[in-house]
């Protein structure tokens, strides 16, 4: 019998040795980037759109879909740019 977690970019029970992580953000909101809470971690933007907003000045956007991974991009915040909410989801290993 197929598993319904076949179907997720990210499976809802990942097991025992992997943590998965839901993040929201209402439209229009910023959340500061805390490396540790995304060391690792394999990102996919589930719904809406992020910028990743770089400690230079720069942003990038990325869309429904992407999967991505934050380790390492000089990264000072989220933000969510669009008009509905953003969610993240990310899949990291336990430690």
Sequence with gaps: MDD??????IPLRPGQRF??????????????F????????????EQGAVDLCCSRGA????????VLFLDG??????NNPGTGELRLVALSRRQ
Aim: glycine share 8%; charged share 25%.
């Design 4 to 9: 319904p977690d076949d179907a997720l970019p």
């Design 19 to 32: 943590r998965r992580h839901a993040v929201t953000l209402s439209a229009g909101a910023t959340l500061p």
């Design 34 to 45: 805390v490396d540790e809470e995304w060391r690792g971690a394999l990102v996919v933007v």
């Design 59 to 66: 942003r990038r956007r990325f869309t429904t879909g992407a």
């Design 73 to 78: 991009l000089g990264l000072v915040a989220l």
